[in-house]
């Protein structure tokens, strides 16, 4: 709550080249990777429904959006890193890149297919004053979030890592044979 | 059943098709879903509140130490403005006494006045550059509520520019679709006499900069940079002759495609304070505009 309201209060406090720190996603992927897909599942779909409560025309698209990022983190790396914090940075820039990407693509064909003209960003400002800056800044936030989440979080520290095995076991359930 | 519950991706799919079901009923303006956000809408808002204002407080603070000797400065040169102040106040109050007078002997019309002004204090901004509504104090506990009937509200800042629309309400909060968001669209006209009817909308790639396209230009009308836009008050949604913006680029290259691009008076980002126009019993739109107010853009 404190994460969200931050974002949304200040925008402007932390923000690089236009782009506004996501301290709600960054949030949900460091839960869903530290912490597995249960915890990422429930704190991104709470997220997503302050997301959408504080900043989005339509209730459930923020939900969705972020439900999937919080399980979609849980399963990247964990099982071979072994959560290990470091790489939780590697998810914040693949997660946040292939959340920008989709969104300028989405946002480029709607209008398209519902007709009418239709102008868009080129393709260098896509690059460099949105998804790079987003990119960068999303990191700069990730540091501090990280350190909270893994000696202030909810569980002891490795306490996690010590139950992977059982983690590992749990999350057959979501291979397809 | 109970195999079925315990598998994981039947949960998810659950829950996925759940929330598709919420954004569908959503879209449907006056749909109960809009209810969901009021409980949480109820604890959010003063921790919300709690937090803008220690921020403000620690802004504040900074401000104070770092703008000390400038404010004392500054407090000597206000005081002999206010002397001077003070003298044109008294000439006003006298001009003030005959404009009352005039009014009444000729039947003059307040612009806006069929219209309740609520104010309102911007509690969230964007969350990213696609989340990007604005979330203000007032909402159904103050008389705003979006139905069938009432589709949406006029937001103005303190200069009465143009800053968005009521989008949805709670309780006790709003969303306002504001002016540069790619979903907002409002009829203007050129503020002259008989002016040109055009569309004012957001477009994702001058949002970045602050601007809005301009399009539906009747033919042999020919915008010019420098015009100034008002809202037309076709529709009914906005009361005609709120100042939005002026023109700032003429883009007459494609017959077919003629478009203007529009710097709105409104600085969003600098906004804290909004009002929304509640219509009186009267039919929205039966403001009379005698004469248009003057556009000015916000400081």
């Given at each position: 709550?404190?994460?969200?309201?931050?974002?949304?209060?200040?925008?402007?406090?932390?923000?690089?080249?236009?782009?506004?720190?996501?301290?709600?996603?960054?949030?949900?992927?460091?839960?869903?990777?530290?912490?597995?897909?249960?915890?990422?599942?429930?704190?991104?779909?709470?997220?997503?429904?302050?997301?959408?409560?504080?900043?989005?025309?339509?209730?459930?698209?923020?939900?969705?959006?972020?439900?999937?990022?919080?399980?979609?983190?849980?399963?990247?790396?964990?099982?071979?890193?072994?959560?290990?914090?470091?790489?939780?940075?590697?998810?914040?820039?693949?997660?946040?890149?292939?959340?920008?990407?989709?969104?300028?693509?989405?946002?480029?064909?709607?209008?398209?297919?519902?007709?009418?003209?239709?102008?868009?960003?080129?393709?260098?400002?896509?690059?460099?004053?949105?998804?790079?800056?987003?990119?960068?800044?999303?990191?700069?936030?990730?540091?501090?979030?990280?350190?909270?989440?893994?000696?202030?979080?909810?569980?002891?520290?490795?306490?996690?890592?010590?139950?992977?095995?059982?983690?590992?076991?749990?999350?057959?359930?979501?291979?397809?044979? | 059943?109970?195999?079925?519950?315990?598998?994981?991706?039947?949960?998810?799919?659950?829950?996925?098709?759940?929330?598709?079901?919420?954004?569908?009923?959503?879209?449907?303006?006056?749909?109960?879903?809009?209810?969901?956000?009021?409980?949480?809408?109820?604890?959010?808002?003063?921790?919300?509140?709690?937090?803008?204002?220690?921020?403000?407080?620690?802004?504040?603070?900074?401000?104070?130490?770092?703008?000390?000797?400038?404010?004392?400065?500054?407090?000597?040169?206000?005081?002999?403005?206010?002397?001077?102040?003070?003298?044109?106040?008294?000439?006003?109050?006298?001009?003030?006494?005959?404009w009352q007078e005039l009014k009444d002997a000729f039947f003059i019309k307040d612009s806006f006045e069929n219209y309740d002004i609520h104010g309102s204090t911007i509690l969230t901004?964007?969350?990213?550059?696609?989340?990007?509504?604005?979330?203000?104090?007032?909402?159904?506990?103050?008389?705003?509520?979006?139905?069938?009937?009432?589709?949406?509200?006029?937001?103005?800042?303190?200069?009465?520019?143009?800053?968005?629309?009521?989008?949805?309400?709670?309780?006790?909060?709003?969303?306002?679709?504001?002016?540069?968001?790619?979903?907002?669209?409002?009829?203007?006209?050129?503020?002259?006499?008989?002016?040109?009817?055009?569309?004012?909308?957001?477009?994702?790639?001058?949002?970045?900069?602050?601007?809005?396209?301009?399009?539906?230009?009747?033919?042999?009308?020919?915008?010019?940079?420098?015009?100034?836009?008002?809202?037309?008050?076709?529709?009914?949604?906005?009361?005609?002759?709120?100042?939005?913006?002026?023109?700032?680029?003429?883009?007459?290259?494609?017959?077919?495609?003629?478009?203007?691009?529009?710097?709105?008076?409104?600085?969003?980002?600098?906004?804290?304070?909004?009002?929304?126009?509640?219509?009186?019993?009267?039919?929205?739109?039966?403001?009379?505009?005698?004469?248009?107010?003057?556009?000015?853009?916000?400081?």
């Amino acid at each position: 709550m404190f994460f969200s309201t931050l974002q949304v209060t200040f925008p402007q406090v932390l923000s690089f080249r236009g782009q506004t720190a996501d301290f709600m996603m960054v949030f949900v992927i460091l839960t869903g990777y530290l912490f597995g897909t249960i915890d990422g599942a429930v704190i991104g779909f709470s997220m997503g429904f302050l997301r959408d409560m504080l900043s989005s025309t339509t209730l459930g698209i923020g939900m969705l959006i972020l439900l999937y990022v919080g399980i979609f983190s849980s399963l990247l790396f964990s099982r071979k890193f072994h959560s290990r914090a470091t790489l939780g940075f590697v998810q914040v820039i693949l997660i946040t890149l292939v959340y920008k990407v989709m969104g300028h693509v989405l946002y480029y064909f709607v209008p398209l297919l519902t007709g009418g003209d239709h102008m868009y960003l080129s393709t260098s400002t896509i690059i460099f004053n949105s998804i790079l800056p987003q990119i960068a800044i999303n990191l700069a936030v990730s540091l501090p979030m990280i350190l909270l989440l893994t000696y202030l979080g909810p569980y002891r520290r490795g306490e996690k890592r010590i139950a992977d095995g059982d983690r590992a076991a749990s999350e057959e359930v979501w291979r397809i044979r | 059943m109970r195999k079925l519950l315990a598998n994981k991706i039947f949960i998810l799919i659950l829950v996925t098709l759940l929330i598709v079901a919420v954004i569908i009923f959503d879209l449907i303006p006056g749909s109960p879903v809009e209810n969901i956000t009021t409980p949480v809408s109820v604890i959010l808002d003063p921790a919300q509140k709690l937090v803008q204002g220690a921020g403000s407080n620690i802004s504040n603070f900074f401000s104070a130490i770092s703008e000390g000797i400038a404010i004392r400065k500054e407090n000597s040169d206000l005081k002999k403005q206010v002397a001077e102040l003070q003298y044109e106040v008294q000439q006003g109050e006298e001009a003030s006494l005959r404009w009352q007078e005039l009014k009444d002997a000729f039947f003059i019309k307040d612009s806006f006045e069929n219209y309740d002004i609520h104010g309102s204090t911007i509690l969230t901004r964007e969350a990213d550059e696609w989340f990007s509504v604005i979330r203000i104090d007032v909402g159904k506990s103050n008389g705003i509520s979006i139905s069938d009937t009432t589709k949406s509200y006029a937001v103005v800042d303190a200069q009465m520019n143009l800053v968005g629309r009521i989008q949805s309400t709670d309780v006790a909060s709003s969303k306002v679709l504001p002016i540069l968001h790619e979903g907002f669209t409002v009829s203007a006209k050129v503020n002259t006499v008989n002016g040109a009817v055009v569309i004012v909308h957001g477009e994702v790639e001058l949002k970045e900069n602050g601007l809005c396209k301009v399009d539906q230009i009747p033919d042999q009308v020919f915008l010019q940079v420098g015009d100034k836009l008002v809202t037309s008050g076709d529709g009914g949604l906005y009361p005609a002759g709120i100042p939005i913006g002026e023109i700032v680029s003429v883009d007459n290259s494609s017959e077919l495609n003629r478009y203007a691009t529009l710097k709105p008076y409104v600085n969003i980002a600098g906004l804290k304070d909004v009002f929304v126009m509640v219509p009186k019993d009267q039919p929205a739109g039966a403001a009379t505009l005698t004469p248009t107010p003057t556009a000015t853009p916000a400081s």
